[in-house]
């Protein structure tokens, strides 16, 4: 067996901030090369602390999908998984065992050398007769930029080199939004009538749909400007480069090279069987988990809002998939993102009706984690994270929460975690039972979320929580 799991940042705010990341792992669930692909995000769920819980296979390749090497790959993620590596990760990656399980990390998808390939994809969408008219054509490689990590630059550049050797184009530029060489120089520097701008970004955004747009004045796709240093311009804006089909294989590639990737895979986690096995016995009876009943339904399983019972199948959306199921559940009624699967919005007017297999991975999109680990609670095993440990786990503009009072914690605990069905063990609260043991809303929280840890920092900062 093997898991292949897909980090990504993802956003308390922006819900279409993990949608290349999820289309990514259905992309490749689709392809049956790993026994399961699923997700793990920074700022949203499944969390980065939760999961290795949920992986199937005692063998587990994780893969960042972020477009260069810094912070995030280098710090964050490896804290938060527990790889015990900070720093650079080598070409072939870093491999560890962790609960039994062997985990290998790979370095971003961004800073694969396949991904000047998908640059050049992404400037033929926009300007399809470019092999015509790549002589009178620039290209604009256009990064974020950042003055903390050097590698945010390093691979721009890198990628403009790359395509500048090729001599398909008049002219190459890495240009920056936030440093030197900036984007909003390109009137000055480029001089080809048609300017081709592709956006290094991982996937679509505020920068790519907002601000970049609204700076340069661009108008869609096609914006032609009449008057420049160099005369009539006309400017081509592409689609960021990581939301591009080509990443998957990007992504496939960059799990045979990693470490140890050639061995026979792994067998299946004993703890996670377990649990899923005792899941699954439940479902077949019936039960209802949180705000989610489930219904043996012919050979299936019906899964719908418990305040949707009774209600005719007619009335209600239903879906067959998990990646169907998915998209529904991640906005509350109102439309609004919901970050964190287990608060109190779940809409309503859906039933999903799913086999044996898609059950477990349509039960990890409603509720991430909660599975595992109420199992591991039933059994008295479940660790839980006081919140100083959490706190001092924190870094960056993050590290200001190590300072936050027991009573500014417990503010935000009553303003955010008011609305959570899960238990905060982790702050001193008791949970008797869990649905495993009949009580539906059973759910243990064995640590403080990232929303909760980025509330506590504005609370400290003193701004009003998101």
Not at 146 to 153: E, F, L, P
Not at 196 to 215: L, N, R
Not at 297 to 321: I, K, N, Q
Not at 342 to 359: C, F, I, K, Q, S
Request: hydrophobic fraction near 40%; proline fraction near 7%.
């Amino acid at each position: 067996m093997r898991s292949l799991v897909l980090i990504g940042h993802g956003s308390h705010l922006n819900g279409d901030s993990a949608a290349a990341v999820a289309r990514y792992a259905e992309l490749l669930r689709a392809q049956n090369l790993f026994d399961e692909v699923i997700e793990a995000y920074w700022k949203e769920e499944p969390s980065l602390r939760q999961v290795l819980r949920t992986t199937a296979s005692s063998d587990v390749t994780l893969i960042p999908l972020f477009i260069s090497e810094g912070y995030f790959t280098e710090t964050v993620i490896p804290r938060e998984l527990g790889l015990g590596h900070q720093g650079p990760v080598p070409p072939e990656g870093v491999g560890r065992v962790i609960g039994g399980r062997t985990v290998r990390y790979t370095l971003p998808y961004g800073v694969h050398p396949r991904m000047a390939e998908v640059i050049l994809e992404r400037a033929r969408e926009v300007l399809p007769e470019l092999e015509e008219v790549g002589q009178e054509t620039a290209l604009i490689v256009l990064g974020h930029g950042t003055s903390r990590n050097d590698n945010s630059r390093r691979v721009i550049v890198r990628n403009a080199e790359r395509l500048r050797e090729r001599g398909l184009f008049a002219e190459v530029h890495a240009l920056f939004l936030d440093e030197d060489p900036r984007v909003l120089s390109w009137p000055e520097r480029v001089r080809a009538p048609r300017v081709v701008i592709v956006p290094f970004f991982a996937s679509e955004g505020w920068h790519t749909q907002e601000t970049i747009p609204e700076e340069l004045g661009l108008r869609g796709p096609q914006t032609v400007f009449l008057e420049t240093p160099h005369g009539p311009q006309t400017v081509y804006y592409a689609a960021p480069v990581g939301t591009h089909p080509a990443v998957a294989e990007v992504i496939l590639q960059l799990a045979a090279e990693a470490h140890g990737a050639g061995d026979r895979g792994g067998d299946t986690e004993p703890n996670h069987h377990e649990a899923w096995a005792t899941f699954q016995a439940l479902a077949e009876g019936g039960t209802r988990v949180g705000e989610v009943m489930i219904t043996p339904y012919g050979g299936l399983f019906e899964l719908r809002h418990m305040l949707d019972e009774g209600r005719p199948s007619a009335e209600l959306v239903t879906f067959v998939t998990p990646e169907g199921l998915r998209s529904k559940v991640r906005r509350d009624d109102g439309g609004r993102h919901r970050p964190v699967q287990t608060l109190r919005t779940l809409p309503r007017g859906w039933r999903a009706v799913l086999n044996e297999r898609d059950l477990r991975l349509g039960m990890h999109f409603v509720y991430p984690a909660v599975v595992e680990e109420s199992y591991a609670h039933h059994h008295r095993n479940l660790h839980c994270t006081p919140w100083p440990s959490t706190a001092r786990r924190q870094t960056g503009l993050y590290a200001k929460v190590q300072r936050a009072t027991p009573d500014q914690v417990e503010a935000v605990a009553r303003e955010l975690c008011s609305g959570c069905l899960r238990t905060r063990l982790w702050g001193g609260e008791t949970l008797s039972a869990t649905f495993f043991a009949g009580v539906p809303g059973g759910l243990p929280c064995a640590e403080a979320c990232t929303c909760f840890v980025a509330a506590v920092r504005e609370k400290v900062g003193g701004r009003a929580a998101e």
